[in-house]
């Protein structure tokens, strides 16, 4: 026989047999009991909590031959062909695919005929929200008004779709999120009745993955054991479900305690190039901040930690965070979070919020220039939040570059945003950008940018990860000016000789020319280039030039373009 998933191997066949939905299934199994059953029942609530399977024992049990206690038999005829899906008197109909009008007028016109077999017709329909709304206005008239011995059950995830005109003719059932604990249970039963071999803490993972949803726990469950060559370790677990390992997080937040933003940076490259989600990451740190707090608590809170996420080395660190910090750093977690399901930039996102929660005096400092600004964390204002730390973190790069050579600036030597300013400008080479400015084409620029993905790739990881918020924004025959959106990344590149001349050398190779690659700040570069045009314009070419600025002084792209290129290259034309 083929294999069969272990959600469907263990699907529930009695009431009993039914995690986490306690109330439900005693109400179900009272009125089937008393014979008080209802001609149409809504089942709601998310994927995977038991909807359709109690769909099925509901129709089981109203038709079983011989019921114990409102209980199918699984014995009788009915209850066993009703297990094979051989009853032709139970009907499965997925609306996702039989959602127009016709399907249920068909539905309509046959439930007047007697059941064939069975006591009762069951109609089950599944994802019941995606009917359309003549098909609803079609079901409507047979819940009012329904023939004897038929029964319709109605499953959904969105019970808010379903008109409430539909609601009202049902009994309305809300399936809730089965807990963690109740799925740890019903695993753990499950691989000791087939003698495999488990960590604890790899069903905790699972477990965690799982939602709320008992067939999803059961289908990573499933993963994991085939990953694992059907032994389930924690290892196998953290690699299906993409969860952080021990020592990826213990990395991550020891630097965080201690500051070191350099660091917690190289943590986050290796956490992101091991292909963890972004997202499931922000989650983890919540989640170890939640039980740190717990653990500073000092009372009986403490007991209530999840032990899969607080290993001893994480107990070890706590004392070196206090409540008000760990409040800070989730705070900040979760407007990062708003962002991350918003955006395609999520790197950026995770680098700004590690600098941040590695160095919490930044938000003291910003709180204390704008005391009465809310913090802002939609995402209409999450560029203007980018800009507004933009200064912040340039500032922390002294610093980071300090503290990760052992050493500690004192705070009253810590350079002011104009200091620090003064240090970008001393950082640039505008000799080099001149140079290039001097002989600057469009043909070249676009040439530049089709070699860069190429260029990317050439590099490690880390590298990647700083080049990517920056482009070619100017390009000549023999060199190309690079622009950084965040001063912090264009110093410790420019700073970087060895890196420098790696790019230099594979554009080289790439362009199959020597091309020199010039860096400069994303902020600085108008400025810049507005110096070159304003001292470098060819006087033998000036009148020239304002001859054709005024014959398109109403075309302000064509006076730059004369300006930064000279009219030797640009060739203006009239419509």
């Not at 909807?51 to 011989?66: D, M, P, R, W």
Request: glycine share 2%; net charge negative; with cysteine.
């Amino acid at each position: 026989m083929a294999y069969q998933a272990l959600y469907r191997v263990w699907r529930p066949q009695t009431f009993s047999d039914v995690i986490g939905q306690d109330v439900i299934t005693q109400t179900l199994r009272n009125a089937v009991a008393s014979q008080m059953t209802s001609h149409a029942y809504l089942f709601s609530g998310p994927r995977g909590t038991g909807k359709t399977s109690c769909a099925k024992i509901l129709a089981k049990a109203v038709n079983c031959l011989n019921p114990q206690d409102g209980e199918p038999c699984n014995k009788c005829e009915i209850c066993l062909a009703a297990n094979e899906n051989r009853l032709n008197d139970v009907i499965e109909i997925d609306a996702a695919s039989n959602n127009g009008v016709e399907e249920i007028r068909d539905i309509r016109d046959k439930v007047k005929y007697a059941p064939t077999e069975a006591k009762f017709k069951v109609y089950i329909i599944d994802e019941v929200h995606m009917l359309s709304q003549g098909a609803f206005n079609a079901l409507l008239k047979t819940l009012e008004e329904p023939p004897e011995n038929v029964m319709f059950i109605l499953a959904t995830t969105e019970p808010q779709k379903i008109p409430a005109t539909i609601i009202s003719r049902t009994q309305s059932f809300n399936f809730r999120r089965i807990s963690r604990q109740d799925i740890l249970k019903r695993m753990e039963f499950i691989l000791n009745d087939k003698n495999i071999e488990y960590d604890d803490e790899a069903l905790n993972i699972i477990a965690a993955s799982a939602e709320g949803g008992m067939r999803d726990a059961l289908s990573i469950l499933d993963q994991a054991l085939s990953y694992g060559d059907d032994s389930l370790t924690l290892k196998n677990a953290q690699e299906v479900t993409g969860a952080l390992s021990n020592e990826q997080i213990v990395s991550y937040m020891t630097a965080i305690a201690d500051n070191k933003p350099a660091q917690a940076l190289t943590s986050l490259y290796q956490i992101l190039a091991s292909g963890r989600s972004a997202l499931r990451f922000t989650e983890m740190i919540i989640r170890v901040c939640r039980n740190l707090i717990l653990y500073n608590s000092n009372s009986d809170l403490s007991k209530q930690m999840d032990s899969s996420v607080m290993t001893q080395e994480l107990l070890d660190i706590a004392n070196k965070f206090d409540n008000a910090r760990l409040f800070y750093i989730v705070d900040q977690v979760s407007a990062t979070q708003k962002n991350l399901k918003n955006s395609n930039q999520t790197d950026i996102y995770m680098e700004i919020l590690t600098v941040k929660i590695s160095e919490p005096q930044v938000e003291q400092v910003a709180s204390q220039q704008n005391p009465t600004e809310v913090p802002v964390s939609d995402n209409d204002n999450g560029n203007l939040e980018l800009d507004k730390l933009r200064d912040e973190v340039s500032h922390l790069q002294n610093e980071v570059k300090t503290l990760s050579n052992g050493t500690t600036k004192p705070a009253a030597t810590q350079p002011t945003k104009k200091a620090h300013h003064r240090n970008n400008n001393n950082r640039l080479n505008k000799t080099a950008i001149y140079k290039v400015l001097s002989n600057a084409t469009k043909n070249d620029l676009v040439a530049a940018r089709d070699i860069w993905p190429d260029l990317m790739s050439m590099l490690s990881i880390t590298q990647r990860a700083m080049m990517k918020v920056a482009e070619p924004v100017a390009a000549s025959s023999d060199g190309i000016v690079v622009a950084f959106d965040y001063a912090m990344w264009f110093e410790q590149v420019q700073d970087d000789t060895g890196f420098l001349q790696e790019l230099s050398d594979n554009t080289s190779k790439l362009m199959k020319k020597d091309c020199q690659i010039v860096l400069v700040p994303k902020v600085d570069w108008p400025k810049i280039r507005k110096e070159y045009i304003d001292n470098n314009i060819d006087l033998s070419n000036k009148d020239n030039v304002k001859s054709k600025k005024e014959t398109k002084k109403t075309d302000p792209t064509v006076d730059e373009a004369l300006k930064l290129f000279g009219d030797d290259i640009v060739d203006v034309k009239d419509d």
